[in-house]
């Protein structure tokens, strides 16, 4: 690796990846990512030093965020070298809602300017890096890099209770946040299909919804239409989950159900896999890559209910490759990456 070192704006998730790609990282935090500092033991920077260090390379994360394309901008303005992360917005779900144009715009500006700066554009699947090299043609670099099972998933893994002693219903479960594009409404749709169509193994499953509330309109909507389905005794809509204790809830689960609409390489799916819990994905969330390894991919309601096990002996015969899963998603492309960047 050569002497630049990442310096991140965004996403604490993505932060801790960075962390661990470099020797002696010195990551940029906002101030109001406390938890995030306590928890990735990093050491703060402030803007100042990062704008006149000039062996930092940037990395921008979640860049649709007003600070991280002002970030952005002002690292190719300046002359730097700027890595975009686009994580999921460079996808037709994201570029079609809230505000497509601003966006659309702000990428043209991006591109721009990276005639100044030295623009690199880590994507995280083959779809997004295909838009990003008709978006961003003044690129230096477009490669796919997948995001890495974090740590403290590993490190915790082999101390939890063993999955096949469990008894009871099978529990299908979704941890995300509370929000229209994560589709949390697809569980209840789930629940009541499964009441229809296949009541026995409806009888022996509950269903959970886990995570923060992002949208409170949108999370009014799924409790009354739990209430107006009479699921209440089956879809559970269970709130946040500390971020130290999102192993323990996805294990919980017997079954890890992802219905969102737009996703670049979500973490929650890579935590889900490493912990061995058999995901049923949507093909809309970009998570096709989890065939490789044990995991299902749906195309409707009615095709996530034909491949559910329909009991605890169908689930035993559900498993996810862990072992095989976690060699492919390291942190060695990222680490390689790195190494390519050049002033």
């Known amino acids: 690796m050569n002497s630049f070192t990442p310096s991140a704006f965004g996403l604490a998730t993505a932060v801790k990846e960075f962390s661990a790609a470099a020797s002696s990282p010195k990551l940029l935090a906002r101030e109001t990512d406390d938890g995030l500092l306590a928890g ?18 940037w990395h921008i994360d979640d860049m ?11 690292g190719l303005l300046s002359g730097r ?17 809230g505000r497509a144009g601003m966006k659309r715009a702000a990428l043209k500006a991006l591109n721009a300017l990276a005639r100044i700066g030295l623009l690199y554009v880590h994507t995280l699947n083959p779809a997004e890096a295909r838009k990003a090299r008709a978006l961003f043609p003044n690129a230096r670099l477009v490669e796919v890099i997948p995001n890495g099972v974090p740590a403290d998933i590993l490190a915790v893994r082999d101390h939890l209770p063993l999955r096949h002693a469990r008894t ?19 569980m209840i749709d789930l629940a009541a299909h499964l009441r229809r169509s296949a009541p026995d193994a409806y009888a022996d499953m509950v269903f959970r919804i886990d995570g923060q509330v992002e949208d409170a309109a949108y999370a009014d909507t799924l409790a009354t239409e739990i209430a107006r389905q009479s699921l209440g005794d089956k879809v559970t809509l269970g709130g946040p989950v500390a971020f130290e204790d999102r192993a323990r809830c996805l294990w919980a689960y017997d079954i890890f159900f992802f219905p969102s609409k737009s996703e670049g ?22 998570c096709g890559f989890v065939r490789d390894y044990g995991g299902r991919v749906y195309r409707s309601i009615e095709s996530a209910a034909e491949v559910l096990p329909t009991d605890r002996c169908g689930l035993a015969d559900w498993r996810v490759d862990t072992e095989a899963f976690v060699r492919a998603y390291g942190i060695e492309k990222l680490k390689s990456f790195f190494g390519s960047l050049r002033p």
């Open 40 to 57: 990735s033991r990093l050491l703060p920077v402030g803007i100042l030093s990062t704008l006149v260090g000039r062996d930092r390379a």
């Open 64 to 74: 649709f965020t007003p600070f991280c394309l002002a970030m952005a901008a002002l």
């Open 81 to 97: 070298i700027v890595v975009l992360c686009p994580h999921g917005m460079l996808d037709r779900w994201a570029l079609r809602n």
């Open 168 to 186: 009871g219903p099978v529990v299908v479960g979704y941890m995300s946040r509370i929000a229209p594009k994560k589709n949390q409404m697809a």
């Open 265 to 286: 390489m979500p973490y929650v799916i890579l935590e889900a896999m490493a912990l061995g819990v058999p995901p049923l994905a949507s093909y809309r969330s970009s």
